[in-house]
């Protein structure tokens, strides 16, 4: 009791001599503090029946657990996601909060409140639920059994891996390949040389008798076997005939091209030589300046007339250019 009237006979002197603690009762006097304070504590019970209710409902559920899970298929499993609502601490919320409620609810003690909304941690609620088939089981008639590698193939493998290496050999040496493009490019210069056959003379229906009889058209077709075989001996002599007939790797152009034209050849012996012999050993000697001293090739190839750079040429005048006396043939 003595106590009580020391604390109050204190309280009475801090408000009296602390200006602050007499303008906080006066503000405890004011009616719209009064107001607010009501309308807070409103939507605090308010908040709680809310929770009160949540949890009622989830411990209902949990009570009937057969009736739930036989409205859901056997190939599908429930995910629940806690996501913390506005002016939630997140390190506080519990694992469980159906657990952590109930136990609250049990041993009787009251939910944390205050007039401070940020000093109360509410509990987790289920915001949003997804649903996720899981894969379909493989059956079991598909599944392979394992079991230990067979030794005979564990020993075809190296038989296997020579074939493979035999092949790509033969793939990047093929011989016989390059030969047959080689002897098809061969035969295909002397389809060019030798004239081709008649198209026309081997068309259906040109050139014969129209009806089934086959003696109508006899000779038009031994003509045109005569005309083929005559194309096919012409196309093996030449064939024979080439330089590299006997040389499979070797194609020399016969495209029936002269190396040298007629009109560059010499059909008799020039002058001064007197034989043919005479004149090839001249021509045997090379004129050019690399087998032959500069004053030797300048000699050679030096014209007979010299005329400098830019002057003008006058053309021969034939009056001046004496004229040959003609000889009268004495008659006898």
């Known amino acids: 009791m003595v106590n ?4 109050e006979g204190d309280d009475a002197t801090a408000n009296s001599s602390d200006p602050f603690a007499k303008a906080r009762s006066e503000l405890k006097g004011m009616q719209f503090m009064k107001n607010a304070k009501e309308r807070r504590m409103k939507e605090m019970r308010d ?18 657990p057969a009736k739930r899970t036989s409205q859901k298929k056997k190939d599908t499993l429930e ?12 390190g506080k919320v519990a694992l469980d909060p159906e657990n952590t409620a109930e136990e609250a609810l049990n041993h009787g003690e009251p939910l944390p409140q205050s007039e401070f909304a940020g ?6 609620k289920i915001s949003h639920v997804k649903t996720i088939k899981p894969e379909a089981p493989r059956p079991a008639s598909e599944e392979e059994p394992l079991s230990a ?14 074939l493979t290496k035999s092949y790509l050999v033969s793939r ?7 030969d047959g493009e080689f002897l098809l490019k061969k035969n295909a210069q002397v389809d060019n040389v030798v004239e081709p056959l008649d198209r026309n003379a081997a068309l259906p229906g040109w050139g014969e008798w129209g009806g089934e009889n086959p003696s109508l058209n006899k000779r038009h077709k031994e003509k045109v076997a005569h005309y083929t075989l005559q194309k096919e001996i012409e196309k093996s002599f030449l064939l024979k005939s080439r330089a590299d007939a006997s040389l499979d790797h070797v194609v020399i152009n016969h495209d029936g091209v002269e190396l040298v034209p007629d009109r560059m050849t010499l059909h008799m012996v020039p002058r001064p030589f007197s034989n043919a012999q005479e004149f090839a050993r001249s021509m045997r000697q090379p004129v050019g300046p690399e087998w032959s001293s500069s004053i030797g090739f300048k000699e050679g190839v030096q014209p007979r007339v010299e005329v400098q750079q830019g002057q003008a040429v006058v053309p021969l005048d034939v009056s001046n250019v004496p004229r040959k006396s003609k000889t009268k043939r004495r008659k006898t």
């Open 119 to 124: 000093s109360r941690a509410r509990g987790g």
């Open 47 to 64: 908040e709680l029946q809310a929770l009160g209710d949540d949890v009622q409902n989830n411990t209902s559920e949990t009570t009937i």
């Open 79 to 90: 995910r629940i996601v806690l996501q913390p609502g506005r002016g939630v601490d997140c």
């Open 172 to 178: 990047a040496f093929a011989q016989d390949e390059v």
């Open 149 to 162: 590698p067979d030794s005979a193939a564990v020993e075809e493998r190296p038989y296997d891996d020579e």
């Open 4 to 7: 009580s009237l020391f604390k």
